[in-house]
């Protein structure tokens, strides 16, 4: 398990952006591969003891195609269409390395990296992403090509394609831990922070009980008392200011506990 994961941790973290092959599709987003060739280089220089890849092998099947039309409608306009079909097929009892039927072709790969083999399988498509019936052999060995790629990004090489981002995979995992970090400490602050509101709300409500007095009077007198002992207090964030303002409400209960006099005094200006 360990090897596992040094492998996955080497591989993700190499920058495959300047080896990247690019298919452009007619319809859809255009599929990034990294290089084959430069990506099993990559590996072999890594792990030199990783075999040649595998490719699954099932029986072949030799079939008989044909175009038929079909309508197509767009708005209002009808256009004629070609799809191939299937007439006929049959297995002639030997095996290739790639499966034939009749809705599309796919190729299975498997590389064994470190002790640990990774699978991938893919179809053989066309420019507009659409499955090939009864493809070229060109065909056939471009997606093994590219399915190999695709099972070394199981092994982590490259993966950030496939998620859509740009950074290596170690880096966008690197990323999310300090974000996530980021976030429990920015929760761990709030959280703080209600405490803080909520002390300050007791305090309050504490201190109209014991002096009778309006909370807003309360509030002003608690912030004149602040600003007489540090000018720039307000000039702190609301979390540094709850604070300081709870220590002043926790001293002002203080005095309004120790008796009438005290609580005259402490209202002087506002009698």
Excluded at 232 to 246: L, P, S
Aim: net charge neutral.
């Amino acid at each position: 398990m360990t090897e596992t994961k040094d492998v996955f941790k080497t591989l993700s973290n190499v920058d495959v952006s300047n080896h990247i092959d690019v298919i452009k599709m007619k319809k859809s987003p255009a599929l990034k591969y990294v290089s084959w060739s430069w990506a099993w280089s990559m590996v072999k220089s890594r792990y030199p003891d990783t075999p040649t890849p595998k490719f699954t092998n099932y029986p072949e099947m030799i079939m008989v195609t044909k175009q038929e039309a079909y309508k197509k409608s767009y708005g209002d306009k009808e256009y004629t269409r070609y799809r191939t079909v299937v007439v006929k097929h049959e297995l002639t009892g030997r095996e290739v390395p790639y499966l034939n039927t009749p809705t599309g072709t796919m190729v299975e790969c498997t590389i064994t990296i470190a002790d640990h083999d990774y699978t991938e399988s893919l179809y053989v498509m066309d420019n507009a992403n659409n499955a090939v019936i009864n493809p070229t052999m060109q065909q056939i060995n471009k997606t093994q090509k590219r399915c190999m790629v695709k099972c070394l990004a199981m092994a982590g090489l490259g993966l950030n394609l496939y998620a859509g981002e740009d950074l290596p995979m170690g880096d966008i995992n690197s990323n999310d831990q300090q974000q996530a970090a980021k976030k429990a400490a920015n929760n761990q602050q709030q959280a703080e922070f209600n405490k803080l509101k909520q002390q300050y709300a007791d305090l309050i409500k504490e201190l109209v009980a014991t002096t009778k007095r309006n909370a807003n009077v309360i509030e002003d007198q608690a912030k004149k008392r602040l600003t007489a002992a540090d000018p720039n207090w307000a000039k702190n964030n609301a979390m540094a200011q709850t604070a300081v303002m709870n220590a002043m409400l926790e001293k002002m209960l203080s005095e309004a506990k120790g008796g009438t006099d005290q609580q005259q005094d402490m209202f002087a200006e506002n009698d």
